[in-house]
């Protein structure tokens, strides 16, 4: 949960099939940091998805493409040290030789024009032999077509290239999972452990961090991606060279008590150029426990008594210290009429994309339906390094099949890097939707030093 900077009114058109997504917007975001040319106007941005019903070569295949167009007026530069936080290094004005350095700042935002077509077919079958493995053979085939317009601003060409770029980026990839569930069946219930191994098969990836990245700046490695083929968040990155993903799952399915799921591995560069270890204009990638040849462990455990409680945990663990470098915990309750969380977070410094210091909090967070179509909700986050609250969120809203409207408070204590006392902001939050044609919200802040 993060306060909003900027509001976005979207024109949109969604279509959902029995085997098809098509999806097709263009946005419009408007600032409250009081600097527009920093935020994008995407014009358009188009997803479709398809799953053919018949088999090919016995398997299953399926496609997808997505293109984007977007276009920024200005950069936009965040601190990664304390010295230049404190010095205004990465601000857009700054003169000291310095300023805009790769190892002082990241590039958040390029300016200037950015268009990509992506396009991608996947193939995969799987077989079962009869001593009971499971064997999974796949192929995948994504081809980028990208064109790069970027403003030659002072110190973008410190993190990519300025000018017009032209590039396509194939990547084939072929591998193969195996699994080999044991099962035991007790009169209390049913256990599986299924040990999982895939093998990913690819060439480099190309031009790795001299393209812009706007949609796969968030990396994080934990048990929900690890037997991800590609475990970018988003299209502007692709990973490449060889990998291994290896673990153990295990399942529980308990006669009367729910179920409880665990699993738990670790991830392998084979050979090639590692892609999370390779620098782009954000760091993606940098620290995030993949960029070394054998991963951080990553492990899960939920458990769900029964259909309102669940409890989930995820962990990260440095592979060589066994130090905690991610760790949430997570109640949740789900009500006829109300529901409630509780969430614990600690994170390790990760001073490659600008944290300094280790994060660690409680998230707690509810909603009541008050009426069939209207709900208040409520959270507030306490910061257990600082010994306070530093957001809180107050809302309500109605809902049905043609119409949102929607109504927020915020409050949140901003920490940034090398800054002791936090900015205390205020955010109003009034969304209105309507399903049928559009989508906009907009906002209004406040700021103030906190005492």
Not at 383 to 406: E, P, R, S, T
């Amino acid at each position: 949960m993060s306060l909003p900077t900027e509001a976005i009114s979207q024109l949109y058109l969604t279509g959902v099939g029995s085997r098809s997504v098509f999806d097709v917007r263009a946005m419009h975001y408007l600032s409250f940091s009081g600097n527009q040319q920093t935020v994008p106007i995407v014009y358009p941005v188009l997803d479709y998805s398809n799953v053919l019903n018949y088999p090919v070569f016995g398997g299953e295949l399926s496609y997808k493409t997505n293109f984007v167009n977007l276009t920024r007026q200005q950069a936009v530069f965040d601190p990664i040290t304390t010295t230049a936080n404190t010095n205004g290094l990465c601000t857009t004005t700054s003169a000291d030789p310095l300023a805009r350095l790769p190892t002082q700042c990241l590039l958040r935002a390029m300016p200037g024009t950015y268009t990509r077509l992506t396009a991608q077919a996947q193939w995969r079958r799987s077989y079962t032999d009869p001593f009971g493995q499971i064997w999974t053979p796949f192929a995948i085939l994504r081809a980028d077509a990208i064109n790069a317009n970027v403003t030659a601003q002072p110190g973008v060409g410190n993190f990519l290239p300025t000018g017009d770029t032209q590039a396509l980026r194939l990547m084939p990839t072929v591998g193969l999972e195996y699994r080999y569930p044991f099962i035991n069946v007790q009169p209390w219930g049913t256990t599986t452990i299924e040990p999982i191994a895939q093998v990913i098969v690819r060439p480099n990836e190309t031009y790795a961090g001299r393209l812009p990245n706007e949609d796969a700046q968030s990396m994080v490695f934990d048990a929900s991606n690890l037997f991800s083929v590609d475990k970018f968040s988003g299209y502007d990155r692709i990973e490449g060279g060889g990998r291994a993903n290896v673990g153990v799952q295990a399942t529980t399915q308990f006669d009367r008590g729910g179920t409880i799921n665990v699993l738990f591995g670790q991830s392998y560069h084979l050979f090639g150029l590692n892609s999370f270890a390779v620098q782009d204009m954000n760091n993606t990638g940098i620290g995030s426990g993949l960029d070394k040849r054998a991963s951080d462990y990553v492990a899960r455990l939920d458990y769900s008594p029964n259909r309102t409680y669940t409890f989930s945990m995820r962990s990260r663990f440095d592979q060589q210290t066994l130090n905690v470098q991610r760790f949430e915990a997570e109640a949740k309750a789900n009500f006829d009429r109300w529901s409630v969380a509780l969430t614990y977070g600690n994170y390790a410094a990760d001073p490659a994309i600008g944290y300094i210091n280790r994060r660690e909090g409680i998230l707690g967070s509810g909603s009541v339906k008050v009426a069939p179509n209207w709900v208040v909700t409520g959270a507030a986050r306490w910061d257990l390094a600082a010994n306070k609250i530093n957001q809180y969120v107050i809302g309500a809203g109605y809902v049905d099949d043609c119409f949102v409207l929607a109504a927020n408070y915020v409050t949140s204590y901003n920490y940034t890097t090398g800054v002791t006392t936090p900015v205390l902001s205020h955010a109003y939050m009034l969304q209105i939707g309507l399903r049928t044609l559009a989508n906009s919200s907009s906002t209004g802040t406040g700021a103030g030093g906190l005492q």
